[in-house]
């Protein structure tokens, strides 16, 4: 019997069939005294052709061995490479994430260099931005990652509230030292296009992708993990869209909202990186002064329904050179007694 050995063991739940592959691997490689794959790098984009398609295309190709794990992902391995694929399927483009482990730059690169020839004509030059969507499911937190088209134009008609016009508010915002921006208002005022519009501006800058983490699930922000995540990563913005619960004064029981305050301003600090919240609360008295406080917070914008001429005048500047269109524009009231959501309008002009 051997008495001068310690045994030590582990147990960990693993949810994806590639990150349980590849932890065996690293684990092995560990024991072995070796380093397997030391390299890794990310590579997404966005392609104008079936995700099912060019995930045949790739997994077929003779570059490397390839599992299909089910319609929306993949693993393909060779020697000194392990790639965990993943996509998702928007109205008339797929987006993918390939997450690339090789023992090499030489042959992390090499991976990089194929995919982007398979998907060939189809890749997508225009601007893009990420969302990393994090949920709470039974097996703790989760995310799944989509890239958008940076393609939203917003008129400055359609955002009264904001003084000077969207692109020179959107501007500075992203130029200021504050971090926080809160949209308050009700449902389809636009909130969310103008979060759309400055992730977009950000991507722009960059010359590249901006990536946003995202939740507007609240028992995924009833624990520090999403926060360490944003602290840690390389994310540029977190968005947290119908946060009315979470931005409530902490004297009325908010339990949550501290988390921001400290990654916004204060110990631990996001680096430059934006916060923007979206929520219903009617009231500018329903929100933290903590939060909104000079230094911290950029901007606290109350959007509202549109009044009848402002909406009016903005179906009119939509419709310009639709006929169809001009005549359902036309037929808005242009005084006071009928106002419109955002949504209304485009709604109505379809």
């Not at 799944?144 to 917003?154: G, P, Y």
């Not at 029981?253 to 501290?258: F, I, S, W």
């Not at 903590?290 to 959007?303: E, K, S, T």
């Not at 005549?327 to 005084?335: E, I, M, N, V």
Request: aromatic letters at 8%.
């Amino acid at each position: 019997m051997k008495t001068n050995e310690q045994f030590t063991g582990l147990t960990q739940e693993v949810w994806d069939f590639s990150d349980l592959v590849l932890k065996n691997r690293f684990a092995k490689a560990l024991d072995e005294g070796a380093a397997r794959y030391p390299i890794f790098r990310v590579l997404r984009f966005a392609a104008s052709i079936e995700l099912d398609v060019l995930l045949d295309s790739i997994a077929l190709d003779g570059a490397w061995r390839a599992e299909r794990i089910h319609g929306s992902s993949l693993i393909l391995d060779r020697d000194g490479l392990f790639v965990s694929a993943s996509g998702g399927r928007k109205a008339d483009y797929c987006s993918c994430a390939f997450y690339i482990w090789a023992a090499d730059v030489a042959r992390a690169e090499e991976a990089k260099r194929r995919i982007l020839e398979i998907a060939g004509p189809t890749l997508m030059t225009e601007a893009m931005f990420s969302i990393d969507w994090h949920f709470s499911t039974s097996n703790g937190l989760q995310s799944a990652s989509i890239e958008e088209k940076a393609n939203d134009v917003l008129s400055d008609r359609a955002y009264p509230e904001l003084k000077g016009g969207v692109s020179a508010f959107i501007e500075a915002y992203l130029g200021a030292p504050e971090t926080v921006l809160v949209l308050q208002g009700p449902p389809g005022t636009g909130k969310t296009r103008l979060i759309r519009a400055i992730l977009g501006e950000m991507s722009r800058r960059e010359g590249g992708q901006a990536h946003a983490l995202y939740t507007g699930d609240m028992k995924a922000l009833e624990s520090d993990e999403i926060y360490v995540k944003f602290i840690t990563g390389g994310h540029d913005a977190f968005v947290v869209e119908d946060a009315d619960h979470l931005l409530k004064p902490r004297a009325d029981g908010n339990e949550h909202l501290h988390r921001f305050l400290t990654i916004a301003d204060g110990v631990v600090r996001s680096q430059g990186r934006k916060i923007i919240f979206s929520t219903n609360l009617p009231n500018i008295g329903d929100l933290d002064d903590a939060l909104i406080r000079p230094g911290r917070c950029f901007a606290r914008v109350h959007v509202r329904n549109l009044t009848g001429a402002e909406a009016r005048a903005l179906a009119e500047e939509i419709a310009a050179g639709d006929a169809e269109k001009m005549a359902r524009a036309s037929a808005f009231s242009a005084d006071g007694s009928r106002g419109r959501s955002l949504a209304e309008v485009y709604r109505d002009l379809r």
